[in-house]
């Protein structure tokens, strides 16, 4: 069984067992495929330094199509398009970008049993996980507070027969990882 | 040959304006990001205390949404950009029209 985060000496630690790794690691590079920006073969490697897209200015520049996506970066203004969009043109690749990076360093933190986060490592984890919860929650239909609380409610591995059932599990699983951090973090402010 | 200076002038000034205007952060609830996960990123970001922060979640939580901060245009949507890297639900707008 999982152990949940806590405060020690060394950091904010969790015990996790190996096909739980396996689940999150998957979870993680599932993230960093809908975040990857699509990069041509011969990208200066400076646009994406600097955090902009070398797409930005051209005129098939758009917001994100998959829904999942568009969830982890949303319209900025929600009232005035053109200004959504240039908000995307100066901020969206940056952000992808750093998203990424926890999600490829949560990834790698799977290697081993116990997870062991300092205190600047421990809000990118965190954020890393909300992302993964996101996407989940956008695959499951996940729009209401009714929604959450049906989902929540689902706890039985043995009676998970289809592929929702199986997420609702997994995004319980991840949500009671999430929470056990927030609670150490909050405690260590 | 004198309407060009004017015209530019004009420009400015009204450029000007919309920079001085104020801006608002607002932060809108979703049945997702954990009222904990909130609270940590308004007090860690922000740097508000924790009543601070447990109210506005709060209000995000209860109302739907929030105002969260508020300066110039410049500002805001650096709050937005750090907002949407934590996975929060964040929008910027017009004081005067939130």
Redesign the interface.
């Known amino acids: 069984m999982a152990r949940a985060f806590k405060n020690t000496k060394r950091g904010f630690t969790a015990t996790l067992e190996s096909a739980e790794r396996k689940l999150l690691r998957g979870l993680f590079q599932d993230v960093i495929q809908l975040l990857e920006p699509e990069r041509e073969p011969d990208e200066d490697p400076l646009w994406a330094m600097v955090g902009l897209d070398p797409h930005a200015h051209k005129d098939h520049f758009a917001a994100p199509s998959d829904p999942a996506t568009r969830r982890l970066l949303p319209d900025a203004d929600p009232d005035d398009p053109i200004a959504a969009l240039e908000f995307r043109r100066l901020s969206e690749r940056g952000i992808r970008e750093r998203k990424i990076g926890a999600l490829r360093e949560a990834a790698m933190l799977m290697d081993s049993a116990t997870i062991v986060l300092g205190p600047e490592a421990a809000p990118r984890f965190a954020a890393a996980v909300n992302d993964v919860r996101l996407v989940l929650a956008e695959r499951l239909g996940l729009e209401t507070q009714e929604d959450a609380e049906a989902i929540h409610a689902q706890d039985d591995w043995s009676k998970a027969d289809t592929v929702d059932e199986y997420l609702a599990l997994v995004y319980n699983f991840v949500t009671w990882l999430q929470e056990s951090l927030m609670q150490a973090m909050l405690k260590s402010l | 040959m004198t309407a060009m200076p004017d015209v530019l002038e004009h420009v400015e000034q009204a450029q000007a304006l919309q920079a001085d205007q104020p801006y608002v952060l607002i932060v809108w609830n979703d049945?997702?990001?954990?009222m904990?996960?909130v609270?940590?990123v308004f007090?860690?970001y922000f740097g508000y205390s924790?009543a601070k922060a447990d109210e506005l979640m709060m209000q995000v939580h209860q109302a739907g949404r929030s105002v969260v901060s508020t300066g110039t245009r410049e500002k805001i949507?650096a709050d937005?950009?750090a907002m949407?890297?934590?996975?929060l639900?964040?929008?910027?707008?017009k004081a005067d029209?939130a």
């Open positions: 049945p997702v990001n954990l904990s996960y609270s940590y007090r860690s924790e949507e937005v950009a949407h890297g934590f996975g639900w964040a929008t910027l707008s029209a």
